[in-house]
């Protein structure tokens, strides 16, 4: 949050100012005394960067009210010379504002800006809130970008890959893991609006894309799975996002765990899988997902698995007709038996559980 002092120095003011919007709303011209104003605090050698960190916390509004104004002078606000106020303004748009096609167009450099203060944050911030204020900057920035090429707000392809692979090359392990983790999240909820195929289908190429790099990193060393571990089991929030297709859900599922290599916390994929197995076409494919996950167990795993909910999908694969689907089924079972579950041991064998 903006530091309580600062909110009482300049908040009332800020609102006070910003009353304008309901001469924009009503279709009138505003006052242009009224950006000028705004415009000399910003050129104001002495201004305190907590002014451009408002103004940046309220971007897509101040876009709203003076868009065109802005766009001549984009570095009115970002301004590179310099770099305490264009930081200020950058983190608190990405950290507390949310992505509008307006912005970047207003301000076509933000993103460009933005991947450069990434690289650069690390090294200047020495407080104790630092780690927590890149990790936000950061994080929002990659869902920012994404959300910018899923819907094809770049001038061309080349452009967004280019933005998403600075972003992946420049942020943390851990907030590339949290980016692609909050994409699945973004995906999974319910929306009233009806969002064009393609928009779901360049979201899966964020993913494919990435993966590609992953996958073509970790085969050039082994020894760089742990950087790409969380990233590779982010994915798996994905797999709940019904907008994408279920085949396209589980390829890509069945690859990430491939190459997942240390345990996790598994709860949410078990829930996936228990999901999955309620209907007899996707019996295989959740079968398939539960036996990559215990071929990677944790010691907390045997108290993640409950044998009401997870033995009459074994039972039924072992009852399938399909060989490949009893031998998938055989194969988990074998698995729950090792992990010293052996109330499984039963399964396929009890009545009461064969019929299920």
Same mark, same amino acid.
């Given at each position: 949050q903006l530091p309580r002092a600062f909110q009482r120095k300049y908040?009332?003011?800020?609102?006070?100012?910003?009353?304008?919007?309901?001469?924009k709303k009503k279709a009138k011209d505003i006052d242009s005394w009224i950006f000028e /104003?705004? *415009?000399s605090r910003l050129l104001n050698t002495d201004e305190s960067p907590a002014i451009f960190a408002l103004l940046g916390s309220n971007l897509r509004f101040l876009v709203h009210l003076f868009g065109p104004e802005f766009k001549q002078s984009p570095e009115l606000l970002f301004p590179t010379a310099r770099p305490i106020h264009q930081q200020a303004a950058l983190v608190a748009h990405f950290r507390y504002d949310r992505p509008d096609i307006y912005n970047i167009t207003t301000f076509p450099n933000i993103l460009s800006w933005g991947l450069k203060a990434l690289k650069v944050l690390p090294k200047e911030l020495d407080d104790k809130d #630092?780690?927590?204020? /890149? *990790?936000?900057?950061?994080? *929002? /920035?990659?869902?920012?970008?994404a959300f910018y090429y899923w819907n094809n707000a770049f001038l061309n392809d080349l452009k967004g890959e280019?933005?998403?692979?600075?972003?992946?090359?420049?942020?943390a392990p851990k907030t590339r893991a949290a980016v692609i983790t909050q994409i699945g999240s973004i995906f999974e909820k319910p929306t009233n609006e009806n969002p064009s195929v393609e928009l779901f289908q360049r979201a899966m190429r964020v993913w494919e894309r990435r993966y590609e790099q992953i996958a073509l990193n970790i085969d050039c060393s082994d020894d760089l799975v742990d950087e790409y571990d969380g990233e590779l089991f982010g994915f798996t929030n994905w797999l709940d996002s019904e907008c994408f297709s279920f085949d396209w859900r589980f390829e890509y599922g069945k690859k990430a765990l491939n190459l997942l290599k240390k345990s996790r916390e598994w709860y949410g994929l078990l829930k996936t899988i228990t999901k999955w197995a309620e209907t007899a076409e996707h019996l295989k494919p959740a079968l398939e997902l539960f036996y990559l996950m215990l071929t990677k167990p944790n010691e907390?795993?045997?108290?993640?698995?409950?044998?009401?909910?997870?033995?009459?999908i074994i039972s039924r694969g072992l009852s399938s007709e399909d060989a490949d689907i009893m031998k998938i089924a055989e194969q988990c079972r074998d698995e729950l %038996?090792? %992990?010293?579950?052996?109330?499984?041991?039963e399964i396929g064998k009890? #009545?009461? /559980? #064969? #019929?299920?």
């Amino acid at each position: 949050q903006l530091p309580r002092a600062f909110q009482r120095k300049y908040s009332k003011d800020f609102n006070n100012r910003f009353s304008v919007y309901r001469q924009k709303k009503k279709a009138k011209d505003i006052d242009s005394w009224i950006f000028e /104003l705004i *415009r000399s605090r910003l050129l104001n050698t002495d201004e305190s960067p907590a002014i451009f960190a408002l103004l940046g916390s309220n971007l897509r509004f101040l876009v709203h009210l003076f868009g065109p104004e802005f766009k001549q002078s984009p570095e009115l606000l970002f301004p590179t010379a310099r770099p305490i106020h264009q930081q200020a303004a950058l983190v608190a748009h990405f950290r507390y504002d949310r992505p509008d096609i307006y912005n970047i167009t207003t301000f076509p450099n933000i993103l460009s800006w933005g991947l450069k203060a990434l690289k650069v944050l690390p090294k200047e911030l020495d407080d104790k809130d #630092s780690t927590q204020t /890149l *990790r936000d900057f950061g994080q *929002r /920035l990659g869902i920012q970008i994404a959300f910018y090429y899923w819907n094809n707000a770049f001038l061309n392809d080349l452009k967004g890959e280019a933005a998403l692979d600075a972003f992946f090359a420049n942020a943390a392990p851990k907030t590339r893991a949290a980016v692609i983790t909050q994409i699945g999240s973004i995906f999974e909820k319910p929306t009233n609006e009806n969002p064009s195929v393609e928009l779901f289908q360049r979201a899966m190429r964020v993913w494919e894309r990435r993966y590609e790099q992953i996958a073509l990193n970790i085969d050039c060393s082994d020894d760089l799975v742990d950087e790409y571990d969380g990233e590779l089991f982010g994915f798996t929030n994905w797999l709940d996002s019904e907008c994408f297709s279920f085949d396209w859900r589980f390829e890509y599922g069945k690859k990430a765990l491939n190459l997942l290599k240390k345990s996790r916390e598994w709860y949410g994929l078990l829930k996936t899988i228990t999901k999955w197995a309620e209907t007899a076409e996707h019996l295989k494919p959740a079968l398939e997902l539960f036996y990559l996950m215990l071929t990677k167990p944790n010691e907390n795993l045997r108290w993640s698995i409950q044998v009401k909910e997870f033995g009459p999908i074994i039972s039924r694969g072992l009852s399938s007709e399909d060989a490949d689907i009893m031998k998938i089924a055989e194969q988990c079972r074998d698995e729950l %038996l090792k %992990l010293g579950l052996f109330d499984f041991l039963e399964i396929g064998k009890s #009545s009461h /559980l #064969s #019929s299920t």
